[in-house]
C-alpha cells in the first residue's frame, strides 16, 4: 500500500486499528470495542504504545504476542519505509546529536540515528509527519532518509543521547584537551594551560553513570576504558566477545577514570603502578551489583577494567550453570563428603568461581563455618567468612591457611593453588578433616593430577586426600528467540565427527543455527552455559595416581569409568540444541583416544 499521497498528520489511533483489522492481524470486533473504548484518547501516548499494552495476540501464524517491537516492524512495513532497531552501542552520540537541536528533535519526536557522507538517517515514528524534512534539507546539504523505530525507544534515547552530548562537551568545555601525564607521547600545546578535569564535576558523573547504566543493560561482564594515541575507547565484553562501545576525547576519559578510582577507594594521583579496587552499586530497578575495578599503566595513560558481578549467579542452581543431571549428582555427591580436595580446572574466564561460589553458597548452613581465600575477593557473600590474599605484607595463599587452620572451620576455599607451599598447606587442611575447594589451571581434569605431582606433591598424598577433579568451560549459547534448526550439510558431518572423535557418537537428526534478532543484538547467541568434565577418584585411579602413572593411562581408566570429555559433554549441549559445533571446538580442547 503505498501511502505518499497521505496528508501532513500524526498517526491516529483509529487508523491504526483500522490498517492492523485490514492486514488480518487483529479480530475486527475486538478492535471496534477497542476504539469504542477509546474514543476520547487524544493521542497523549503514541497508538501503536496504546495498541501494544492491550497484549492482543496475533492472527497471523505464528500467532505471537503484538508486542511494540512487533508492532513497530508492522508500521514500518504498512507506511513503506524501513525499520530500525536503536543500538545504543551502535550510534555516535557526538555526530548524530549535532544534526538538530534537542529542543527540534523533541518537537517533532524524531532522532538523527546515523550520519553518512551523502545522507543522514532520521528516526521517526510518525511516517505521515513530513514538514520538519523540508525544513531540514536546506541546513543539513545531504539526503534524509526517514526510519520507523520505536516511539518508546525514541523518547527515551532522545533524553541519553543530548544528555551525553552535553556531558561531554560540558567536560571538554572545563578542561584541558590534551592526553595525561602519563601519556609517553604527550603532546606539549604551547599556551594552554595544564587544567585537569574535576573528577567530581557533575557532566564526568553523569557520562560514568551512563556507562555503568548501558553495561547492566547490555549483560556486560567486563567494561574497558582504554586510552589510545589520540581518543578514548570504552569497550564491552558480552557473551565472551568484546564489543566497542564508544569513543570519546582523552581528557574525558581521563576524568572518568579518576572519578570511578575515586569511588572504588584507590590512589588517584598513582597512575604509575597497577591498581585494585571495588565499588558496590545498584541498577535501576534496584538490583545490587559488585564492580571489582583493575588499572593498568599503558603507553597512553591508564587503562581500566571493571568486572561485572551479579549476585543472581550465586542463586541460580547448577542445572542453570549448565550441568546435566548425571553431572550435577556426581559434583554433589564429591562436594557433600566431610574431608578431603575437590579441585576445578580451567583458564581464566571458564566460570570457575562462580562454579565454586554456588557450590559454598549451597554448603553454607548455619551449622558449618565456610571459610575462604582469595586474590582478589570476587563476590562479597555475607554466608562465607571471606579473607583477602595480601602478599606485599607477607600475607600468601599457605599463610592464610595456616591461619585458617586457627579459626575452626569446615569448608574451605582456596581462589588458586599456585606453588607447593599452597598445595602442601592444602592437603594438611584436608588430612586434618577439612573439606578444601581450589582451583588449578589446566586443560583438563586429568591434567590437575599431573601439574600438582610435577610442583612436587607426593604422588601417595594426591590419592589419599583428592576426592575428586572437574574441568570446566563456558559457551554461548543459542538465543532462543531467533534459532533455527537447519538440514544437515556436509560440512556439519565432518565437523561433528572432529568433535566426537573417537566417541563415534551418531550424529544427532537436528542442529540448530544462530540467525541474529533484537533480543540477541544480531549475534544468534544470548548467554553462556558451562560443559563440565568430571573425575571422581576411584579406587583404581587412586592406585594409578599413587604409582604416579602417566597421564594417558590415567585419562583412559577415567574414561572407562564414564568421565565424558569436554567435547562430549559439550556434543550433548549441540544435541539438546543450546549451542553449535563451532561454540564447542573453539573452547573444548581437543579429545585423546578413548582406549
Request: aromatic fraction near 6%.
Amino acid at each position: 500500500m503505498n501511502h505518499a499521497s497521505h496528508k501532513e498528520h500524526r498517526l491516529t489511533l483509529p487508523e491504526t486499528v483500522d490498517a492492523l483489522v485490514a492486514d488480518g492481524l487483529v479480530d475486527a470486533e475486538e478492535a471496534a470495542r477497542f476504539k469504542q473504548e477509546r474514543r476520547y484518547y487524544k493521542g497523549e501516548v503514541h497508538p501503536l504504545i496504546a495498541i501494544a499494552e492491550q497484549r492482543w495476540k496475533s492472527l497471523q501464524p505464528p500467532h505471537r504476542v503484538l508486542d511494540l517491537d512487533g508492532l513497530t516492524q508492522w508500521l514500518a512495513k504498512w507506511s513503506g519505509l524501513d525499520y530500525f532497531h536503536i543500538d545504543p552501542l551502535k550510534i555516535n552520540f557526538s555526530a548524530v546529536t549535532e544534526v538538530m537541536s534537542n529542543s527540534y528533535a523533541t518537537r517533532y519526536r524524531i532522532l538523527p540515528v546515523e550520519v553518512k557522507s551523502h545522507e543522514v538517517v532520521i528516526a521517526t515514528a510518525e511516517p505521515f509527519q513530513r514538514a520538519w524534512e523540508a525544513e531540514m534539507l536546506p541546513i543539513l546539504r545531504k539526503d534524509i532518509r526517514r526510519v520507523i523505530s520505536s516511539p518508546d525507544d525514541i523518547t527515551r534515547y532522545q533524553v541519553e543521547f543530548y544528555n551525553l552530548a552535553k556531558s561531554i562537551k560540558g567536560a571538554l568545555g572545563k578542561g584541558d584537551v590534551t592526553g595525561g601525564a602519563a601519556n609517553f607521547e604527550q603532546l606539549v600545546e604551547l599556551g594552554k594551560g595544564n587544567k585537569q578535569f574535576d573528577a567530581n564535576d557533575q557532566h564526568i558523573v553523569t557520562i560514568v553513570d551512563w556507562l555503568w547504566q548501558y553495561a547492566f543493560e547490555q549483560r556486560a561482564s567486563d567494561i574497558h576504558v582504554e586510552p589510545r594515541r589520540d581518543l578514548g575507547i570504552v569497550r564491552f565484553r558480552i557473551d565472551g566477545v568484546l564489543h566497542q562501545v564508544y569513543q570519546m576525547p582523552m581528557a574525558v576519559l581521563n576524568a572518568m577514570t579518576s572519578r570511578i578510582k575515586i569511588l572504588g577507594r584507590m590512589d588517584v594521583v598513582e597512575k604509575r603502578r597497577p591498581q585494585d579496587g571495588r565499588i558496590k552499586t545498584r541498577t535501576q530497578d534496584g538490583q545490587e551489583v559488585e564492580l571489582r575495578l583493575s588499572t593498568l599503566p599503558t603507553a597512553f595513560g591508564e587503562k581500566l577494567v571493571m568486572r561485572i558481578f551479579d549476585p543472581e549467579v550465586l542463586v541460580r542452581d547448577f542445572s542453570e550453570l549448565g550441568f546435566a543431571d548425571d553431572e550435577a549428582k556426581t559434583w554433589h555427591s564429591m562436594s557433600a563428603q566431610p574431608n578431603g580436595i575437590i579441585l576445578v580446572t580451567g583458564p581464566t574466564g571458564s566460570g570457575k568461581t562462580v562454579t565454586l561460589y554456588s557450590t559454598l553458597k549451597q554448603l553454607a548452613t548455619p551449622e558449618v563455618n565456610v571459610c575462604t581465600l582469595e586474590d582478589p575477593i570476587e563476590m562479597v557473600e555475607a554466608a562465607f567468612n571471606q579473607v583477602q590474599i595480601l602478599p606485599d605484607i607477607g600475607m600468601g595463599f599457605a599463610e592464610g591457611i595456616r591461619s585458617l587452620m586457627r579459626q575452626d572451620p569446615d569448608i574451605i576455599m582456596v581462589g588458586e593453588i599456585r606453588d607447593l607451599e599452597t598445595a602442601d598447606m592444602a592437603i594438611q587442611a584436608a588430612l586434618t578433616g577439612h573439606l578444601v575447594l581450589s582451583t588449578l589451571h589446566t586443560n583438563d581434569a586429568p591434567s590437575a593430577m599431573t601439574r600438582l605431582i610435577d610442583l612436587g606433591v607426593p604422588p601417595y598424598l594426591l590419592s589419599a586426600t583428592v576426592l575428586g577433579v572437574m574441568a570446566q568451560r563456558l559457551v554461548r549459547t543459542l538465543c532462543p528467540h531467533c534459532k533455527q534448526p537447519g538440514g544437515l550439510r556436509a560440512e556439519d558431518e565432518a565437523a561433528w565427527t572432529a568433535l566426537v572423535a573417537p566417541w563415534k557418537s551418531s550424529m544427532p537428526t537436528q542442529i540448530y543455527r544462530p540467525v541474529g534478532c533484537l533480543e540477541c543484538r544480531m549475534t544468534g547467541y544470548k548467554g553462556r552455559i558451562g560443559i563440565y568434565e568430571i573425575m571422581p577418584m576411584s579406587l583404581d585411579i587412586k592406585k594409578l595416581v599413587a604409582g604416579g602413572v602417566e597421564l594417558s593411562k590415567l585419562r583412559e581408566q577415567a574414561m572407562r569409568e564414564g568421565m565424558k570429555p569436554l567435547r562430549i559433554a559439550g556434543a550433548k549441549k549441540v544435541a539438546a540444541g543450546l549451542t553449535t559445533i563451532e561454540e564447542i571446538i573453539k573452547v573444548a580442547p581437543p579429545m585423546f583416544d578413548a582406549g
